[in-house]
């Protein structure tokens, strides 16, 4: 793998993220034709049907029922309740939660994009739960900057954690639980010595990836998780890890090489950025950017239609792997082994996970599970790239509670569908600036448009295999609606309504404009709102803008329901959403700096009422870094978020952040965990100033006297992954955030040039061992996933580049 530097800023289009990260992420998609070179609608080419948004609405509304089942973020509260003998604990002056939520906070002021540290309200604390490089095995070694190797890596903590899930573990009284966490991708120049070799490099950056589950216990309730070194179910996804492909796609001649020639065990997975919680306690996780790590021939129309090209590849893989080179022969299928989703039995780490072709193959940023009211299990997911689509998939069997081997094979067979969304305002109101409509909603119908339906192909031309393996071609047949980077796709288990984060598109001009996607250049995103005509199985819906995002302060055209644009946290680039036990919304920010000139964070988002629309932000996370796998347990006072790339464009010679020890080489991709302050004991200490590791002074030649001694400058306790028997936990967390503080006056922050192009460049983007399963694991095996399904129903600017591997793509 040779970055050349120069070469890559040539293609790199202005924006906070560096042209390498735009690289690693995405292969500078943004700075590229798009791929969907389609001539389907925008929402306002389309005539608005003749039914009124009022009446959809009223039958939407007759035919909500109450969540029976299923499970993404916001599953399981229920198993995280906070002991119910122990105070409510007093954060600060806090006022009351929306929807009477525990998890009370008075909203933090915006982070400069300069700023090197996590941020969080009043009252709390944060501690890190996993850091890149933990040891997770008896044998591993603990991490050294210095001395990185594959050996070593394998067994410990990926780089660059994404999407997280944490289940309680049965029979542990919330004390211990289970943690899934995607790591999407690598940062090769703050991770490694200038000096190292590339090959080196490359054999680290491939161990660093995949996917990795991890036990975690805590003393008490009050007390942050830390990660168990050596569980039982703790387990890591690598290069050579065997998968199992399902559904149409498994055995066609589209999947054969010469290494597998029956097509149906694929070896590792790499780009995986978000995921979902299933009903039956499986993850599933979502294979993006896969594009950038390989090489192979762009005369396939197929091969196009995905940004993959015959270049060398960012990361080089195809210089270790020969399999990377699809450009070769017996190996021409290899790319097609990658795109899908992923099916991952976290209690079993014996188990082999599967890819689900039957949900198409794309650039999945997730998936998200919800069982309709007929039974039939529906899956969400943004293909996430400018221009592309949102998908849905019908399962064709019904989920049995109870039954989790059944439900276990519910996602290898079902209906596969596309969205196209009309506007219901007149096409002059939309014209590119994001002003709102007369009617003063952003709002719809929709409809989804079958590519296989009871099994048979509904594409002309195409077979039912073929659609399965070119999903993107497929769709753009039938005349889907061309959407701002889909991401996270999340259906509520509240309101069973759907909600879409679509994280910006600065290449869409005001002729391309509609009223889903209604801004010109868009740098800050929006949040869509889907709420289906009858239940998750229905093939039409009514849809509205939740929010409009930007800086109204700024001087951004924003919306935010029903509260005024200024009254706000302002947001922009919504990337990952979750909801917390009473159904707020939460949505997780990646591409703030380049948008609003503030870092990334986590914002709580009214869904009802008079303060609909409201945004808060809870926390914000350190310079150059993305925000990502938000997970809210408000019944536990605490959040739960990935700290991805912090000081992503610096040099391994030159960082740019060293979150989250400060007093080390560099920074390190870090789970964190959120809670309250819950004694004077707990406060944080202020953060040290970073050092440098101290150098060996050279010996004198002759004795000299000793000079009196001085007292040593005091040092914070070194984090430690696995506190020393009887300790408390909490106390293994010591680098913590700074003493909070009281929220000051905001100082001004440099506005970034908004011209009538409104040229603030491009948004950031959006990265073994067998063991006896745990007693607690066999409990939720033998109960077959009754946890999951139960407590789902308690759930409830400067530089830049469009995020998640996407710069602005």
């Excluded at 906070?16 to 292969?27: F, P």
């Excluded at 503080?741 to 983007?765: C, F, M, Q, S, T």
Aim: proline share 9%.
């Amino acid at each position: 793998m040779v970055l050349h530097l120069p070469l890559l800023m040539k293609d790199h289009v202005r924006g906070k993220r560096s042209a390498v990260t735009c690289a690693l992420k995405c292969d500078n998609q943004c700075a590229k034709p798009a791929c969907n070179t389609s001539n389907n609608s925008y929402i306002g080419d389309i005539v608005s049907a003749a039914i009124s948004r009022r009446s959809l609405l009223g039958g939407a509304a007759a035919s909500a029922l109450v969540i029976a089942a299923g499970g993404t973020q916001g599953m399981g509260q229920a198993a995280f309740a906070a002991d119910p003998s122990a105070p409510n604990p007093t954060i600060g002056s806090a006022p009351e939660a929306p929807n009477g939520s525990k998890l009370r906070f008075t909203p933090i002021a915006p982070v400069n994009k300069d700023v090197d540290e996590f941020n969080v309200p009043e009252g709390y604390r944060w501690a890190p739960v996993i850091k890149w490089g933990d040891p997770l095995f008896d044998d591993s070694p603990e991490f050294d900057w210095n001395n990185q190797s594959v050996e070593a890596q394998i067994k410990q903590f990926g780089y660059n954690n994404d999407y997280t899930e944490i289940q309680e573990i049965p029979g542990s009284d919330g004390l211990r639980a289970v943690m899934f966490v995607n790591h999407e991708y690598t940062n090769a120049n703050i991770m490694f010595p200038e000096d190292m070799p590339k090959h080196d490099q490359v054999a680290i950056t491939m161990a660093a990836q995949g996917l990795t589950v991890v036990e975690l216990e805590r003393k008490d309730r009050k007390s942050p998780y830390t990660y168990v070194k050596g569980g039982k179910l703790n387990r890591r996804f690598l290069p050579d890890t065997e998968y199992e492909l399902t559904g149409p796609a498994a055995g066609s001649e589209f999947v054969i090489t010469k290494e597998d020639p029956e097509g149906r065990t694929i070896l590792g997975t790499f780009a995986n950025c978000s995921g979902g919680l299933t009903p039956w306690g499986t993850l599933l996780s979502g294979e993006e950017n896969f594009h950038g790590y390989f090489r192979a021939n762009e005369n396939i129309q197929s091969n196009a239609r995905l940004g993959i090209d015959s270049k060398e590849s960012v990361y080089g893989f195809e210089g270790n792997d020969p399999r990377f080179n699809a450009t070769e022969d017996g190996y021409e299928n290899e790319v097609n082994r990658f795109g899908y989703v992923i099916e991952i039995d976290p209690w079993d780490p014996t188990s082999t996970p599967k890819k689900h072709s039957a949900l198409g193959r794309f650039k999945h940023e997730g998936a998200n599970v919800i069982i309709a009211e007929n039974g039939h299990a529906v899956v969400y997911s943004g293909d996430d790239e400018r221009f592309e689509y949102m998908y849905k998939f019908v399962s064709k069997k019904k989920y049995v509670e109870g039954d989790r081997a059944h439900n276990m094979k519910l996602l290898t067979e079902g209906d596969l569908y596309v969205a196209r969304f009309t506007g219901n305002s007149p096409a002059a109101e939309i014209d590119g600036s994001g002003k709102t409509p007369a009617d003063g909603q952003f709002d719809g119908t929709g409809e989804w448009l079958p590519l296989i339906l009871d099994g048979k192909s509904q594409v002309e031309g195409m077979t039912v295999e073929e659609i399965a393996v070119n999903t993107r071609t497929a769709a753009d047949k039938v005349g889907p609606t061309k959407m701002d980077r889909p991401e996270d796709v999340e259906p509520s288990h509240h309101s069973r309504k759907v909600y879409a984060a679509l994280t910006n598109n600065s290449k869409r001009e005001s002729n391309q404009v509609d009223e889903a996607n209604p801004r010109a250049k868009n740098r800050d995103g929006q949040v869509l709102e889907l709420d289906e005509l009858g239940d998750q199985t229905s093939t039409e819906f009514a849809w509205n803008l939740l929010l409009v995002a930007g800086d109204p302060n700024g001087g951004d055209q924003t919306f935010y329901g029903n509260v005024d644009p200024k009254s706000v946290s302002p947001i922009s680039c919504p990337d990952n959403l979750a909801f917390d036990s009473v159904g707020n919304l939460w949505i997780s920010t990646d591409g703030a700096p380049s948008g609003i000139g503030y870092n990334d964070g986590l914002f709580r988002v009214t869904l009802e009422g008079d303060m609909r629309g409201n945004v808060e932000q809870f926390l914000s996370v350190p310079r150059e870094a993305e925000t990502c796998g938000p997970i809210v347990r408000d019944e536990d006072y605490s959040a739960f978020v990935s700290v991805q790339h912090p000081g992503e464009d610096g040099k391994f010679s030159e960082q740019h952040s060293f979150f989250p020890e400060y007093n080390k080489t560099g920074p390190r991709p870090t789970v964190v965990q959120v809670l309250p302050i819950w004694d004077e004991a707990e406060k944080p200490k202020p953060k040290p100033e970073p050092k440098p590791e101290p150098k060996p002074e050279p010996k004198p030649e002759e004795p000299k006297p000793k000079p009196e001694p001085k007292p040593e400058e005091p040092k914070p306790e070194e984090p430690s992954a696995q506190p020393a028997p009887g300790k408390d936990p909490s106390d293994a967390a010591v680098p913590v955030a700074p003493a909070p503080k009281k929220p000051e006056k905001k100082k001004p922050v440099k506005k970034v040039k908004k011209d009538a192009e409104n040229n603030r460049g491009p948004l950031p983007r959006t990265g073994f061992e067998a063991a006896p399963v745990a007693a607690g694991a066999a409990a939720l095996l033998a109960a077959g996933g009754m946890m999951a399904a139960k407590s789902a129903k308690d759930a409830g600017p400067a530089t830049e580049a469009e995020g998640d591997g996407q710069a602005d793509a």
